[in-house]
């Protein structure tokens, strides 16, 4: 089972879930819990696939998908920090509302069809011919997309800003506090801004892997809840280096279910598809089981009787 083409299908599956991550963990670090990237990954694949085929361009079809992923994004900002909707409830209206939108025009674009194929404006794949001159990772690299690989340049390059640079600073500063940042005279409104824009970039990047990918095709709830499994791999230990593992956590999961799907085992898909979403609740009950292990003993049993 774990052959040279499971680990490229990991790789695969891995990319989308890893821009996800890293977008929600780019605002959790600022104080804002982002649960709309699963709306902000449907909009983009949606976005996405309707200008690729529209345009047969892919570079306009990924910046397409990057604006849907920013307004939404912006949406779920604005609704939380302006107008002081609770994080909560904004981000599953905006959950919704991608769900609704998205599916009732792709049912009218489609002519009552829950798919929209693309054709053209695919996104460009390592040739079989190109990866054969590549010893070693040849074969593991083979029909992947660019966004595969800018998904691991990215998430060192986030390390990076948030640990290196003055802008990484203040994003960690304000999600310890919004009056310390403030009071050093740093705008928050534009940390604010910076935090959305890059949440969407990724989420947008996520969501055209989705389905300029492998797909090349959106279908109504394309996403299957990789957003919250995104959120959950974001959540443990909050750090680029955690939420890269997670990620992979939940790709093997995922490649090892394809596989058994695919294998005839006997067991019911239902079951099957179940398995990274009880990986999601074991690693979740770990990671918070050592984080409080962590806590002062006077702290940890306040924090039990809540």
């Known amino acids: 089972m774990f052959d040279l083409q499971f680990f490229s299908s990991t790789l695969t599956t891995v ?139 990215l998430a060192l390059a986030l390390a990076w800003v948030l640990k290196r640079t003055r802008t990484g600073l203040a994003i960690r500063a304000l999600g310890e506090s919004v009056e310390s940042v403030g009071g050093a005279g740093i705008s928050v409104a534009r940390i604010r801004t910076t935090v959305t824009v890059g949440c969407g970039i990724l989420c947008g990047l996520a969501g055209a892997q989705l389905a300029l990918g492998p797909a090349t095709s959106f279908s109504v709830g394309m996403t299957n809840g990789r957003g919250f499994t995104a959120i959950v791999a974001a959540m443990i230990g909050t750090t680029v280096a955690s939420a890269t593992l997670g990620t992979f956590l939940f790709g093997i999961a995922e490649a090892v279910g394809l596989r058994v799907q695919l294998s005839d085992t006997g067991l019911p898909q239902p079951v099957v598809q179940m398995v990274p979403y009880i990986l999601a609740l074991i690693v979740l009950a770990a990671a918070s089981r050592i984080a409080l292990n962590g806590v002062d003993p006077v702290q940890r049993r306040i924090l039990r009787q809540q």
């Open 15 to 153: 990319a989308p879930l890893l821009l996800a991550a890293l977008g929600a963990l780019l605002c959790f670090r600022s104080g804002f819990f982002n649960i709309a990237i699963e709306g902000q990954l449907l909009v983009a694949a949606f976005a996405g696939a309707i200008v690729a085929k529209a345009t047969g361009d892919p570079l306009l079809a990924v910046v397409a998908a990057c604006v849907a992923a920013i307004v939404l994004g912006a949406i779920v900002t604005v609704a939380t920090f302006v107008f002081r909707v609770d994080a909560i409830v904004a981000g599953i209206a905006a959950n919704l509302l991608a769900a609704g939108v998205t599916a009732l025009l792709t049912r009218q674009l489609s002519g009552g069809s829950s798919s929209i194929v693309v054709s053209e404006g695919r996104l460009p794949r390592v040739s079989a011919d190109v990866a054969d001159r590549i010893p070693l990772v040849g074969g593991l690299i083979a029909g992947q997309t660019p966004l595969v690989f800018l998904a691991f340049a």
